[in-house]
């Protein structure tokens, strides 16, 4: 079946350094979507990328896409503290007899020390 | 956000209790998801509904019973429990089936 592979699973940073997740798919995606999901939170859905290379930003945070559409990043420049959480990669199934569904990763969790 | 509504957002219950988790949408949706989250396996795809019917069922054992009496509402029955299926039990809605989810605050569960 389809796996979604997210490292690392831990990132510790000093606030204001930069911070990298990276996702990779064993197969080819229709579309990949983030989460964020704060310490005693739910997940939040942050962004959808669709396109081949596709490249989204928001503030701070870089979204991409990968050119065989099986792997993304999620890029977040000068850490704050309110980056603080887990985010989650989540891969939507280009195929197959489970059209839709949706394959999380396990997830980076950031630690940003002030 | 109050879109997608859990209750209880804790229990605890025993293993040989039968207790049910309740989830209701306010945003529309076509689409119900059950997750369990734990330490161990961040977020498990347990079950999917669209258009109330039930398209998803990731093998999980028979003591988890879901029921999508409509597009707003989702339970989960649960009966004799194992003390390993204490967790975060989150639901989550999308406008149709693979579309962005939006997540309930959950039900922390623990099995005694």
């Known amino acids: 079946g389809q796996q979604v592979m997210q490292i690392p699973q831990y990132q510790h940073v000093q606030e204001g350094e930069d911070f990298t997740t990276y996702c990779n798919s064993s197969?080819?995606?229709?579309?990949i979507q983030w989460y964020k999901q704060r310490p005693g939170g739910h997940p939040v859905f942050l962004i959808q990328l669709v396109k081949s290379g596709e490249v989204k930003k928001q503030k701070r945070l870089t979204f991409q896409f990968g050119e065989a559409k099986k792997n993304s990043s999620l890029h977040i420049t000068a850490t704050q503290t309110t980056d603080v959480g887990t985010y989650f990669c989540a891969g939507n199934n280009a195929g197959g007899t489970s059209y839709g569904k949706l394959t999380f990763g396990q997830g980076t969790i950031l630690t940003v020390h002030p | 956000e109050t879109g997608v509504t859990q209750t209880p957002r804790h229990l605890v219950m025993g293993m040989t209790n039968k207790k049910s988790l309740k989830c209701e949408q306010h945003l529309g949706h076509n689409a119900m998801y059950w997750y369990k989250q734990s330490a161990k396996k961040p977020l498990e795809l347990m079950f999917v509904?669209?258009?109330?019917?039930?398209?998803e069922n990731n093998s999980v054992p028979s003591r988890f019973s879901p029921e999508c009496p409509n597009s707003s509402h989702l339970f989960l029955h649960l009966h004799t429990l194992q003390p390993e299926d204490s967790a975060l039990y989150l639901c989550?809605?999308?406008?149709?089936?693979?579309?962005?989810?939006?997540f309930g605050p959950g039900t922390r569960l623990t099995v005694t």
């Open positions: 989550a809605s999308s406008l149709r089936w693979g579309y962005e989810q939006y």
């Open positions: 509904y669209s258009l109330e019917e039930r398209v």
């Open positions: 197969t080819t995606l229709s579309n």
